[in-house]
């Protein structure tokens, strides 16, 4: 009878620029740092039952290899870090012939690929299957016996990788020297600093688009795919006769060019069209601008402002509050006021940081009277389905409807705002003056977003009702990972499961009231 072991790693399947036929040069591990042994486990719930992962990892280990028991998988089962070799054990399972039966040993590295395999058979002339697992095993390791592991940096996997892909444009520019330039010069509405929309197949870049006579240059600020390196330029733009539509010459992640088309929104939204490694079907992808502040601010509506107060929460538990940008900025006192059965607490306040262009600030509570908060109770996170139902705790019309929090509840009804705007979620949570700034939750009781504005009848030139936006918390995630020193976000809620009433009677005490002067 065949017992089957159970998946242990997941190939990648990505086409790379150089070989990965499997081989049995041991000395390829030299690339490696460490090497990963899942555990071997069986259908019926045993581990190791034969004692061959043991055994395998003993001779690793006489070898000099460092043998990991865990490591952080990718979601296709590959190690995160390609220093990580994966060595895999498989082997049938023969009730009645054991001459029959084999041992393979495969090791890959962190894209799936076979960079070493072996095997082992357990012979007709063993007595039990614990005697022919050890021949197996053993003759599996054999190529182990003589070599001793010495790491050499040219063979890592990310070496050979990178000395395979065609050379590109480098620039003496860091993120320092561009926005000195972009702050001391006048500079065109394209010119700036931009990070990636990380939405279906586009990875995390930070970049900057600067003009070189008739010529923007994309350059590398920082990227997740180490191929990348600082001051390389990522693209080529060059203007069309259409106001906003350029011609891009772009360099894929294998740094191969790729001719197509971007256009620029609002003095904001980069908009680049490629195609889909995987699918070969072609997508949008988006570039949103940081730095500078855009000349025509960050708000949907200007309609929607309150300068006299607004809602905010707390993101840390020593003072840290978000709210809108617009809710604070040109304030010269800001008042943080909290809500208790027993009373208000008011503490006075400061800007930290703030984004105007999104429409994100970050307050510091900076008041002698004021003690660190018990742990937040929900955690931030950026991912909402339409249809979604969600709710808010704020202080709207708060001279008039009282000082006491109000609560609103509603739907995600778009995952994006107006004209298409993807900083921002449509919901159908009323909102009133005062609302702006307070935290959108989910129903987990988890932050996605920062209730912001509604849709104005005048401004459309027609009836609208009950049409709002927040800014997606991505954008509140940007601000605070600025900041040199912080702790981390937390990322689950713990009032998820419990009915509304009662979530509210915990989250409520981490909303507050802000009143700007």
């Not at 708060?398 to 298409?420: E, F, L, P, Q, T």
Request: hydrophobic share 35%; glycine share 8%; aromatic share 10%.
């Amino acid at each position: 009878m065949k017992h089957l072991i159970k998946p242990l790693v997941a190939c990648l399947l990505l086409a790379l620029a150089f070989s990965s036929f499997a081989q049995r040069d041991v000395t390829v591990l030299n690339g490696y740092k460490y090497i990963y042994l899942p555990p071997l486990t069986y259908q019926d719930g045993t581990s190791d039952r034969w004692g061959i992962r043991n055994s395998v990892k003993e001779k690793l280990m006489a070898s000099g290899l460092a043998v990991l028991d865990a490591v952080t998988l990718t979601p296709q089962g590959t190690p995160a870090n390609c220093l990580t070799a994966v060595c895999t054990i498989d082997h049938t399972n023969n009730a009645y012939q054991a001459a029959s039966d084999y041992l393979y040993l495969k090791i890959l590295n962190c894209q799936g690929q076979t960079i070493y395999t072996s095997q082992g058979a357990t012979g007709a002339l063993v007595l039990t299957f614990q005697q022919g697992w050890r021949k197996a095993t053993k003759e599996s390791l054999r190529d182990f016996s003589s070599y001793k592991y010495k790491f050499d940096e040219k063979s890592t996997f990310e070496s050979k990788l990178f000395g395979s892909l065609p050379p590109v444009e480098k620039l003496n520019e860091n993120e320092e020297t561009l926005k000195k330039y972009f702050s001391e010069t006048t500079i065109d509405p394209l010119e700036g600093i931009y990070k990636s929309y990380q939405a279906q197949g586009m990875t995390y870049y930070k970049v900057a688009i600067k003009k070189f006579g008739t010529t923007y240059k994309m350059i590398i600020i920082d990227a997740e795919y180490r191929a990348w390196q600082p001051g390389e330029v990522k693209a080529y733009f060059e203007q069309s006769s259409m106001t906003g539509l350029f011609s891009v010459k772009w360099y894929m992640g294998d740094k191969r060019p790729y001719e197509t088309f971007g256009s620029f929104d609002d003095d904001a939204i980069l908009t680049i069209e490629l195609k889909d490694n995987q699918t070969g079907q072609k997508r949008q992808d988006k570039f949103v601008k940081m730095f500078p502040l855009s000349s025509n601010g960050g708000n949907v509506n200007a309609g929607t402002k309150i300068k006299a107060s607004g809602s905010g929460f707390f993101i840390s538990t020593d003072g840290l509050v978000a709210t809108n940008a617009h809710v604070v900025e040109r304030s010269q006192n800001i008042t943080v006021s909290i809500s208790h059965e027993t009373g208000n607490s008011k503490y006075k306040a400061k800007i930290l940081l703030i984004d105007n262009k999104n429409d994100v600030a970050i307050l510091k509570i900076e008041d002698e009277n004021f003690t660190s908060l018990a742990n937040l109770p929900f955690g931030i996170i950026e991912d909402a389905e339409i249809g979604e139902k969600v709710f808010t705790i704020g202080y709207p019309l708060n001279d008039i409807m009282g000082s006491n929090y109000k609560v609103n509840d509603g739907i995600v009804s778009s995952k994006s705002g107006i004209a298409d705007d993807i900083r921002y979620y449509q919901i159908s949570v009323p909102l009133q003056p005062g609302n702006s700034g307070g935290p959108l939750f989910n129903k987990q009781g988890n932050i996605i977003g920062i209730t912001s504005a509604r849709l104005n009848s005048k401004a459309v030139g027609t009836e609208v009702e009950n049409v709002n936006y927040a800014i997606k918390s991505a954008y509140l995630l940007n601000l605070y990972n600025m900041l040199p020193s912080r702790s981390k976000i937390n990322s689950s809620s713990q009032v998820a499961g419990r009915e509304l009433k009662d979530q509210i009677k915990v989250l409520k005490d981490f909303v507050c009231l802000i009143v700007v002067n």
